[in-house]
């Protein structure tokens, strides 16, 4: 490896390919917890929101592959984002009868990734500030 070579550790990129795939693998999440006909998924993939969620997450998915300094923020920012779509899915488009558990699973789920990212992307030997 050369000098100039930096590489990530596994998590950031499982996380930035995760972020990549958002587009499809969210939209079937969402149907798969909240129990969403075909019609309605169809209504949230084209709507506003969605696609500019979408564009955030891979977004963000770029920025943590390459390790950017903005790559923390976005990362939140989009845990924040899709906490809120959460809920709106779960109570405006849900067709469980208990949407409550997996809306406190998810929600549980961005919070770990997010404590666990911080841990992650505050290791200082992955600093590029830091010559070894």
Known sequence: MLHSEARNPRFINFLAYVLWSFPLTYIMMLGAF???????MASIVFSFYYIAHSVLAVFTGFALHRMRPYAWHFYVFHSFAMAVAQFVVAYRYG??????IPLVLVNITILGLVLFLKKELRVPYFSPKIAW
């Open 34 to 40: 909240y129990n969403l006909p075909l019609t309605r």
């Open 95 to 100: 067709e469980n009868h208990v949407v409550e």
